[in-house]
C-alpha cells in the first residue's frame, strides 16, 4: 500500500495502528475538563488528572487554524469525559505522532 493510503487509513481511524496506544490515563477522578494544559510531556484534563507521553509537537499540532488536540477538550470544558471518550483521545494522538 502507498504511504498516502496508509496515512490516510491511520487518520481516518481505519487502521490498527490506532489501537496501539502511546498515552495512558492513569489517575483516577472525575474525569471533569476544565482548563487543559501542557506540561512535561503530560495534558491535564483538570488539576490531577491527565494523559501521559504526549510529544509537544503533537499537543501543538495544527491542521488549517484548528489546534486538533488542544480543541477536544476546550469543546469539552465543564463536562465530564465519557468511557468512550478517553481512547479516542489516545487515537487521536496516535494518528498525529
Keep these: ?9 491511520i487518520h481516518l481511524f481505519e487502521s490498527p495502528k490506532v489501537e496501539q496506544y502511546i498515552t ?4 483516577e477522578g472525575d474525569n471533569l475538563v476544565g482548563k487543559p494544559k501542557y506540561k ?3 495534558v491535564y484534563i483538570n488539576d490531577t488528572q ?12 495544527y491542521i488549517g487554524a484548528y489546534e486538533s488536540t488542544q480543541n477536544c477538550f476546550k469543546d469539552r470544558k ?7 471518550d478517553i ?11
Design 78 to 84: 465543564g463536562r465530564k469525559l465519557e468511557f468512550d
Design 50 to 61: 491527565y494523559f501521559d507521553n504526549v510529544q509537544q509537537v503533537v499537543w501543538e499540532f
Design 87 to 97: 481512547p479516542h483521545y489516545q487515537k487521536i494522538i496516535v494518528a498525529l505522532s
Design 24 to 27: 495512558h490515563f492513569p489517575i
Design 1 to 9: 500500500m502507498e504511504l498516502d493510503g496508509k496515512i490516510r487509513k
Design 40 to 42: 512535561n510531556g503530560k
